[in-house]
């Protein structure tokens, strides 16, 4: 049976015989044997193989990015790494042709981006996504422990959840098919689902469904947004969690926000120790600490009126001029986090006119029960609100915005049987990835990123 290289480094394996599988990751050849290291993505680190030459074996054929499996005795290693096997059967699985791209030297991370298939055999790629397995997981446990149950929205959907109208058409109309009505618009009643429909933006709306039954749910799935930001900080496909949450309103719900965030990172620190040094020593300086700040303070708290205060303060030129009522853009954010406060910082009560359609109206009537959590760095990394959960004031809002009522009839039906005070939000997951691994940009945390003019393999 195989042994992972981790359990050879976290486990007692010393002296013992083990049959370990992997890539070749470097070759040095001496006189009488070589030094060959490979890496089975468990961990960071390489085992080095002590492979002698008296060995029936076609040296030749040991290349980077050939596969192995080597059988031989753990012994302890003089050199900077701990542990070294000393081969006594070495199988090659796979032979690797010599136009490899991956040779031993440092590669950009946009020539990376061109060989997505092979990015993730780079040492930077397997640390990312061992991260983003942990805050997956560690999600999933934050949630179960506190009875929230995890519960699958659709992907195919006929709303618009956030109303911008950034959607992504699905149809099995081809050009040909596609008619017109008398108005103008496309007639979709051939169409598969025999109306308009998209991938989804957002699973709220139906988990809003959910949370007005079993109380506190959750959702975490991909969400599509067909918008054309060609920025560090937007992907066309992204992972979203999304708890909402009966009973719960505004305060609780940036308060559960926020003790999400520390519990994740927490857990990273506490089970990612190798990865984050890497980050620290080869990407960002100062992550370790940055990490470790956001598990000991509490986060700034402020409203969108006082948010606009500072920044017209600010001893600082923008490009987007400074006025109640504008949507806070990026630089704003990472102004109010990165160079006022150092800090998360928890901004909510923005004006009506810029936020969803369904989030509750304040007391007075110009602001809405939002919030966002922006990071430093990073931005914006979680948008949510109390939901408008009065009937009425919820069907003008649909009506002021512009959307079709019927469109959200069994959204309103939510207020008329049994409504209640809830919340929810949503925390983008790869811009999660990015701030915990000091990565610059979010193509390079996902597998198979998507953006505009960007859908290969
Ligand atoms: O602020 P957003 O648009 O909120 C919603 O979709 C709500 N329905 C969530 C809720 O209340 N259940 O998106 C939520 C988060 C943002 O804060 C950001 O972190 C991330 O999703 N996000 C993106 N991440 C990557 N690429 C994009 N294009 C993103 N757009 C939003
Ligand atoms: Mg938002």
């Not at 991370?109 to 397997?126: A, D, K, S, V, Y």
Request: proline fraction near 3%; glycine fraction near 6%; aromatic fraction near 12%.
């Amino acid at each position: 049976m195989r042994t992972l290289i981790k359990d050879i480094f976290k486990k007692n394996f010393l002296n013992k015989t083990v049959t370990i599988c992997g890539w070749v990751k470097t070759v040095r050849t001496q006189k009488t044997f070589s030094f060959i290291e490979i890496n089975d993505g468990s961990f960071l680190s390489n085992m080095q193989i002590i492979a002698s030459h008296s060995l029936k074996l076609d040296f030749e054929k040991i290349k980077i990015g050939t596969s192995l499996s080597v059988t031989g005795e753990v012994t302890e290693s003089p050199g900077i790494q701990k542990y070294e096997i000393k081969a006594e059967k070495i199988n090659i699985l796979g032979e690797c042709d010599k136009d490899y791209p991956l040779q031993k030297k440092k590669h950009s991370f946009e020539f990376l981006r061109t060989i997505l298939h092979l990015r993730p055999r780079t040492n930077t790629q397997g640390a990312i996504m061992r991260i983003r397995n942990s805050l997956a997981f560690a999600t999933h446990k934050f949630f179960q422990e506190r009875d929230f149950l995890y519960i699958q929205t659709p992907i195919i959907t006929s709303s618009d959840c956030e109303g911008s109208g950034e959607l992504f058409r699905v149809t099995t109309l081809g050009d040909k098919d596609s008619k017109k009505l008398k108005d103008g618009s496309l007639d979709f009643s051939t169409d598969f689902f025999k109306k308009p429909t998209f991938l989804t933006v957002s699973g709220q709306l139906n988990a809003e469904a959910f949370a007005s039954s079993l109380s506190k749910v959750y959702t975490f799935g991909p969400t599509f947004r067909a918008e054309n930001s060609n920025t560090s900080r937007h992907l066309s496909e992204f992972w979203m969690i999304e708890p909402e949450m009966a009973f719960v309103d505004i305060n609780e719900n940036i308060e559960i926000a926020e003790s999400y965030l520390k519990y994740i990172i927490k857990y990273i620190l506490e089970n990612n120790e190798e990865e984050i040094h890497f980050f620290e020593k080869f990407i960002k300086k100062g992550l370790l600490e940055k990490l470790n700040q956001i598990v000991d303070i509490t986060f700034e708290k402020i409203t969108y009126t006082e948010a606009i205060d500072i920044l017209k303060k600010a001893d600082k030129k923008f490009e987007f001029p400074i006025k109640w009522g504008i949507d806070l853009q990026s630089e704003h954010e990472r102004y109010l986090s990165e160079e006022h406060f150092y800090k998360p910082v928890v901004v909510k009560d923005y004006p009506e006119e810029i936020k969803a359609f369904y989030m509750r109206l304040n007391d007075d009537k110009k602001t809405v029960a939002a919030m966002d959590i922006l990071f430093p760095k990073i931005g914006e990394i979680i948008g949510g609100s109390q939901r408008e959960e009065r009937f009425h004031i919820l069907q003008e809002k649909i009506k002021k915005k512009n959307l079709e009522e019927k469109d959200y009839k069994w959204y309103l039906d939510l207020r008329r049987y049994g409504s209640v005070v809830h919340s929810g939000f949503g925390l983008g997951f790869e811009r999660l990835v990015q701030f915990v691994t000091g990565i610059d940009n979010i193509r390079d945390v996902i597998p198979f990123p998507r953006y505009p003019s960007h859908a290969e393999f």
